[in-house]
């Protein structure tokens, strides 16, 4: 028995959830507003009855609400003062949460119970949520505080419920309606995302260790005679660990990075090595026809994953003699992007199918291409448009600018 840590469980108030640690962090999903103030309220109930200092920080505030707060002793923050300009510097943020906490301890309460509703905040502009969330997150954890931070599904896509999930200690869901078609999906890809995403990362360690050991082997003057071997194993090494580490850029939520951005030419121009090097080997021919584009706010190496991927399908679907033309343009607010081979072309029949995850034509395809690129852009704001005939295939990928409304120009 563990009196201590059990000691410092916290009564949740909320039906099946029971109770959780200090520290926590959570999501909570509500379908109506009713569901909303329901799931508030019987937090705070939970929170009034074990003498914690309960706090609403809101920007949707309802009269039923503030009456049901009153009642409650709960004090209410509107969201637009607790973040109020002029106050976004994190360190002010961060001592703000402190100081709440500090007084209610000194007040003599057992700790904080925080309601923080975030979602206009998630819907119309996510760098400013995302560093509000890391600052809770920080103000929380190992401290006497719990918080709660509910999202209307109606307003969120299963991909913005899938992001929220990640990036609070746990997620549940409050609404009418238990067969909700989208939640019981939500759930099911995020245990399974969870599940496989960690077994993947484990098996990658031991296929890092075969392929240096393989190295190593390969290079001793003894084993000259199976020089060829060992290259092929290595090789066989590498596709398991680039399917590896696809599916688990499939498998990650992570919010779009508030700062790094990159610009398409200085991605492109590092890669020309490796292009040029992939292109000969089969007798292909590489042509790149940059002009100056705006910075985008997507990581260098998310671009240069999609690039690559794309670049990969264009090489896999020419013979010899084929050409790779990449393009960049400006057409501002966006940062433009071709990826036009002279293959095959992609079959109409199969055009729908071909960004499903695991759906590949190719006897060693991971089917897993497409699908990581889709995400990296989804998550960036970017679109893609495929076009295919007999003659060859078009990717045209359209970024918006990282600096979107100021005068910054392209590179
Ligand atoms: P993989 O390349 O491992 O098969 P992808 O997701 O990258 O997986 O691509 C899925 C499928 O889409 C491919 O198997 C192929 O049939 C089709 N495809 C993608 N890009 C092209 C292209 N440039 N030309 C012809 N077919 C393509
Ligand atoms: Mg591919």
Known sequence: MQPQAFSELRDTGIEFLDRVPWGTHMCGFYEGEQDHTHMAMAFFKAG???????????????????????????????????YRPGSAQPQFLLEQWHRKLARALKQGYAGLRVVHCGADTFLSDRA?????????????????????CPYPLKDLSLTDIIELSSTHSFTFFRGGEPGHEALATANR????????????????????????LMELLHTKPEFHAYSDLFGRVIDEVDRVEQLASQFLNLARTCAPPSSAGCNLNA??????????????KREQMVCLQLSPVPDIPCRPSEARQVI????????????????????????YPY????????????PPEIMAKVSTPFFTT??????????????????????????????????????????????????
């Not at 914690?52 to 969201?79: G, K, M």
């Not at 400013?128 to 709660?148: F, G, S, W, Y």
């Not at 991605?267 to 000969?280: F, G, K, W």
């Not at 992007?337 to 992609?346: C, N, P």
Request: proline share 4%; with cysteine; charged share 20%.
């Open 128 to 148: 400013a949520h995302q560093a509000r969330e890391t600052l809770l997150e920080r103000a929380v954890k190992n401290k006497p505080v719990i918080a709660l």
């Open 362 to 411: 190719k006897g060693n395809g991971t089917g897993l291409g497409l699908p990581v690129c889709l995400r990296i852009l989804e998550k960036y704001g970017a679109r893609a448009a495929i076009d295919s005939s007999e003659a060859g295939t078009t990717v045209t990928v359209t970024f918006p600018a990282a600096d979107f409304g100021n005068s910054k120009g392209p590179r």
């Open 267 to 280: 991605v492109i121009d590092a890669m020309r090595p490796l292009l040029e090097a992939s292109a000969a």
């Open 189 to 212: 890809y995020n245990m399974l995302r969870t599940a496989t995403a960690e077994v993947i990362h484990e098996i990658r360690n031991p296929i890092t260790a075969i392929r240096a």
């Open 308 to 331: 690559l991927n794309l670049a990969q399908n264009a090489f896999e679907a020419m013979s010899a003699n084929g050409i790779l033309t990449i393009t960049t343009y400006d057409q």
């Open 48 to 82: 009034a009855a074990a003498h914690e200092h309960c706090l609403w920080i809101t920007d949707r505030l309802t009269p039923s609400a503030i009456l049901a707060a009153a009642e409650q002793n709960v004090e209410i923050f509107p969201y637009t003062e607790w």
């Open 335 to 346: 940062a433009v992007l071709q990826v036009k081979d002279t293959g095959s072309g992609i």
